[in-house]
């Protein structure tokens, strides 16, 4: 079973106006896409690593083939990244979080400077990446950025939420203004699906 971009759960226009349409369709059905082809030709021979999930690829990063893994950290990275990136967003979403996430929040010290910290690391990474609230591997909560699609679970962190600050997430609308971007994308955010994968994170 081949690796497959999972559809959007929302329209290509629902995220509107602070994600627009054609960024969508671009992001999701080519970026993604591109992803997804990309790391399914870097296992062609790998018969072994295709049956596992992508997340287990990236926790085992190191031990996938040397002559692949360089293309599946890449790729892989991608469409996991990706396919949650698709998930913790919503129409109509932001505004106070809820559950368990607003509580990690307060302990961060609440969501003005969280949205703060969070935007920050995501307008300091350098060229393309991704900003994160991760819990360690210790049990702590982060915020991080990576560079490229590297992805936290890669060092063993659980990836809570991430915002994509690569170029194509944003460029058609804001074009460089990156940090107007990362403000906007509040507005769009899914505390439930959030909440869902913090459970996940402290399942261990
Ligand atoms: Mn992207």
Redesign the pocket.
């Known amino acids: 079973m081949a690796f497959e971009v999972p559809p959007l759960p929302y329209g290509y226009n629902a995220l509107e106006p602070h994600i627009d349409e054609q960024t969508m369709h671009l ?1 999701h059905d080519k ?1 993604h896409q591109a992803y997804v082809d990309n790391l399914n030709k870097a296992l062609e021979k790998h018969a072994d690593w295709q049956k596992k999930s992508v997340g287990e690829i990236l926790r085992n990063i190191n031990s996938i083939p040397e002559d692949v893994r360089t293309a599946v950290r890449n790729n892989g990275g991608g469409h996991y990244n ?1 396919s949650m990136f698709w998930k913790i967003m919503k129409p109509q979403g932001g505004g106070e979080p809820t559950g368990k996430i607003a509580e990690v929040i307060k302990e961060l010290g609440g969501l003005a400077a969280f949205q703060e910290k969070f935007n920050d690391a995501g307008v300091k990474r350098f060229g393309s990446g991704w900003a994160w609230l991760v819990r360690t591997k210790a049990g702590k909560f982060e915020i991080t950025s990576t560079a490229n699609q590297d992805c936290p679970l890669m060092d063993g962190n659980f990836p809570i939420m991430g915002n ?1 600050v ?1 170029e ?2 944003y460029y058609l609308k804001y074009q460089n203004r990156r940090a107007e971007y990362l403000k906007a994308w509040w507005n769009v955010v899914n505390w439930d699906e959030i909440n869902k994968r913090l459970e996940e994170a402290s399942r261990g």
């Open positions: 992001h970026h990706h994509d690569w194509h997430a």
